[in-house]
């Protein structure tokens, strides 16, 4: 590597911290007191940092500075009357156990009192599966509607 | 004869949740214990029914809502809808809301989803996609580029255009940080993703929207 490719590579190196440093301070991130000099020294002999840091700054500032639209009362009442006019749905799990427990207990029933060599037997078999599939998908489909991940 | 000063003073308009409305503007002036509740109190009100704790709630958050909403899909009309879908999905989501956890960053999650939804099914095409692929800032400092001297005027209208031509899911984020002032960890957790890859998104999208208002004020 020649002399002028190591200065432009030390150049480069210096940009860089610069830079980083710069975007540190958008961030909010106070830099040690060794970068935040030495950055100060290089930007005042670098142009395109100098330019870069300005030019950042100024992206940041006028985007916090983008208006914001109020919501008007119309939609703010319709917000209000699309809530359904009941509480909240309650957590699904909390009635899962006592509505799986009363499927549990029907099907105990039906097997006990009907024998399955019958086809009143058979029948009751029948709708108990059936019942079982409709509690499941019943509890199924509200965990799904109710779910939201990161609450 | 006995005059009534409003037409209407014999009507009671059935406000939201069941409330009239005449109650609920009473009760307004009157409950400056519920509007200085915080969200995890309001959330425990509304949990229990009580209507003036929602409202409180959606009138806290509905400005920021609205906004997310219509810098991702920059329509009024569309803002609005999506709005209202936010807070009733947020309202019926309530009971599984952590009682540990933040709400502004839980609703935001909620808005985040709605608007790239709304995308999706509009099929609104997102430009520049993978535009951020391309590598940042490495240019050695004597190559004449974006850092000539430029003299910039940002106007806000020219941001906006600049912003437009992101991703919608780029330029949600952006101002998620940017002008909404979100933090790191609340934004990670609005998108669904790691700090450490908002950090470096945001990276990104300063660099790109940097060389994209550079080009058009050079131009």
Not at chain 1, 17 to 40: F, N, Q
Not at chain 1, 121 to 126: D, I, K, P, T
Not at chain 2, 87 to 93: D, E, S
């Amino acid at each position: 590597m020649g002399k002028r490719d190591r200065e432009n590579e030390a150049i480069d190196d210096a940009c860089t911290r610069a830079r980083c440093t710069l975007e540190s301070r958008l961030e909010g991130v106070a830099p040690d007191e060794a970068a935040e000099a030495e950055t100060r020294a290089h930007l005042t002999t670098c142009r395109a940092c100098a330019t870069f840091g300005e030019q950042m700054a100024e992206i940041v500032a006028a985007a916090a500075a983008l208006p914001q639209f109020d919501v008007s009362e119309a939609l703010t009442q319709r917000i209000l009357a699309s809530a359904p006019a009941s509480r909240p749905a309650p957590p699904a799990a909390s009635m899962t156990m006592p509505l799986m427990a009363a499927a549990a207990a029907l099907w105990m029933y039906l097997l006990v009192v009907v024998s399955v060599e019958s086809v009143d037997g058979l029948m009751s078999w029948a709708v108990s599966l059936v019942l079982m599939v409709v509690l499941r998908l019943i509890i199924g489909g509200k965990r799904e509607d109710l779910a939201v991940e990161g609450g | 004869m006995f005059r009534t000063t409003h037409s209407c003073a014999n009507l009671v308009e059935s406000g939201p949740l069941g409330f009239p409305m005449k109650q609920l503007e009473s009760l307004r002036s009157d409950r400056p214990d519920v509007e200085a509740l915080e969200d995890g109190g309001l959330i425990a009100l509304t949990l229990k029914g009580d209507g003036r704790a929602y409202e409180v709630l959606v009138r806290r958050y509905q400005k920021l809502v609205y906004n997310v909403q219509y810098q991702m899909v920059r329509s009024h009309e569309a803002a609005a809808d999506l709005t209202q879908d936010t807070f009733l999905k947020a309202y019926r989501a309530l009971s599984t809301f952590r009682r540990d956890a933040r709400f502004k960053p839980w609703l935001m999650r909620i808005a985040t989803n709605c608007g790239l939804n709304w995308i999706r099914d509009n099929r609104v095409e997102d430009s520049l996609d993978g535009v951020l692929e391309e590598t940042p800032w490495v240019e050695p400092a004597g190559r004449q580029n974006v850092e000539q001297e430029v003299e910039w005027r940002l106007s806000q209208a020219l941001l906006q255009d600049a912003l437009g031509q992101l991703p919608a899911r780029y330029r949600h984020v952006f101002l998620l940080r940017y002008q909404h002032d979100m933090t790191y960890e609340d934004i990670a957790q609005a998108v669904g993703e790691p700090e450490t890859t908002i950090k470096s998104l945001l990276f990104r999208i300063r660099e790109k929207l940097r060389a994209m208002l550079a080009d058009k004020m050079s131009a």
